[in-house]
């Protein structure tokens, strides 16, 4: 049965889905595949009677169309401030924003219409009508543009078989899970088939389980529709599952940027080791407790040794290796690896009868880090 298009909202005159064209900006850069962003010292001050806030300093980026690009910070770094920059919800006070080469400060209401139609938005409270049904939810964008009625009930079928909701367009958000109400908001986002999708904070308000669907799902139609996507997040485990590359924001600057993977193996900046602290794995209590900054030659003692891996060089943990040119009897204590985009990096933790303080160099070229970390009692 064809759905019912809600009648309180009035239909302006039809017009295409994609809306005005974009005017074509002189000196545009041609050649530039859709969905690609540049932002060029980027810079935003607010400015209130209290005085002023320089949100955004010199902000200088690539993004290529087709990434997952990741935006991370602590509250208040400026990540929220940095992505509406890219819709004009913000206008920055310096600087320039570019979307497939074209300079997007000088658009005319009608043309940030029409650039505001090629990038979706999903939100971490899905900001959803619970007076409209998922239909109504996802379709209002094409109501309001003034859509024909058919081409509305073939793309909003589209998306929601999509996002795998196709069985509860007539129901409204009060009986969905928080799970299928962000997809309702990816559906939504969807709708004017974007160049870019922007995801600000989408996860946050997720449960673990949750959060996963969603990032698999948003991984999904980045490989199916090749759009790019432009995420923000205060969580590492987020930007680990689902980014090509990560920036790093603090206090309104870049700190840091790169694939995700080089940056989780060697964050160069305190605040990336700061956002990467939750998930790393400290020396075990039971370790912890018991070492002793000395070897003591008349006990029976282990040597407890952190080999570090940064990702680079395809090097990987070889334990055959490592147990041989240790040359005496090793346990492995603990395993904090972690392998992305086919690099590793990470922690193993052993211990080792007899290896002396002087003896690491035995263990040079099997991780990019050896240290001794002190001694315990041997337990065999």
């Known amino acids: 049965m064809a759905a019912v298009i809600d009648n309180d909202i009035a239909r302006p005159a039809p017009r295409t889905e994609r809306g005005p064209a974009v005017p074509q900006e002189q000196g545009a850069e041609p050649g530039h595949r859709p969905g690609s962003l540049a932002f060029q010292a980027v810079g935003k001050t607010y400015t209130s009677a209290a005085g002023s806030l320089q949100a955004l300093q010199g902000i200088n980026l690539d993004i290529p169309a087709g990434a997952i690009y990741g935006i991370i910070g602590r509250s208040g770094a400026g990540k929220s401030s940095l992505i509406r920059t890219i819709n004009r919800l913000e206008k920055p006070t310096d600087g320039r924003v570019l979307i497939d080469g074209q300079d997007i400060g000088g658009y005319d209401e009608d043309a940030l219409v029409a650039l505001r139609r090629r990038i979706g938005m999903i939100f971490q409270h899905f900001n959803l009508l619970s007076a409209k049904t998922v239909w109504g939810n996802v379709a209002l964008p094409l109501i309001v543009a003034g859509l024909p009625r058919r081409q509305i009930e073939e793309r909003v079928a589209e998306v929601l078989a999509l996002v795998g909701l196709e069985d509860k367009r007539n129901v409204y958000p009060s009986r969905l899970s928080g799970g299928q109400k962000q997809r309702v908001g990816?559906?939504?986002?969807?709708?004017?088939?974007?160049?870019?999708?922007?995801?600000?904070?989408?996860?946050?308000?997720?449960?673990?389980?949750?959060?996963?669907?969603?990032?698999?799902?948003?991984?999904?139609?980045?490989?199916?529709?090749?759009?790019?996507?432009?995420?923000?997040?205060?969580?590492?485990?987020?930007?680990?599952?689902?980014?090509?590359?990560?920036?790093?924001?603090?206090?309104?600057?870049?700190?840091?940027?790169?694939?995700?993977?080089?940056?989780?193996?060697?964050?160069?900046?305190?605040?990336?080791?700061?956002?990467?602290?939750?998930?790393?794995?400290?020396?075990?209590?039971?370790?912890?407790?018991?070492?002793?900054?000395?070897?003591?030659?008349?006990?029976?003692?282990?040597?407890i040794i952190a080999l570090s891996y940064t990702g680079e060089d395809g090097l990987e943990p070889d334990i055959a290796a490592i147990a041989a040119a240790i040359g005496a009897p090793m346990r492995l204590l603990q395993s904090a690896l972690d392998r992305i985009d086919g690099h590793v990096h990470g922690q193993l933790l052993i211990a080792a009868r007899r290896f002396e303080i002087h003896q690491p160099s035995q263990l040079d070229g099997l991780a990019h880090d050896t240290r001794i970390l002190g001694y315990v009692d041997s337990d065999v």
């Open 186 to 303: 990816i559906a939504r986002a969807l709708v004017h088939h974007p160049e870019i999708l922007l995801c600000d904070e989408a996860t946050s308000a997720l449960d673990p389980e949750t959060t996963l669907s969603i990032l698999q799902l948003l991984k999904d139609i980045n490989r199916r529709l090749n759009l790019t996507i432009v995420l923000i997040t205060h969580e590492m485990s987020v930007i680990r599952e689902i980014c090509d590359h990560v920036v790093v924001l603090e206090q309104g600057r870049m700190v840091e940027s790169g694939p995700v993977w080089r940056v989780f193996g060697n964050p160069q900046h305190a605040a990336t080791r700061a956002l990467l602290q939750p998930l790393h794995r400290d020396l075990p209590e039971d370790i912890a407790h018991r070492l002793r900054p000395q070897s003591d030659p008349a006990r029976k003692e282990d040597a």
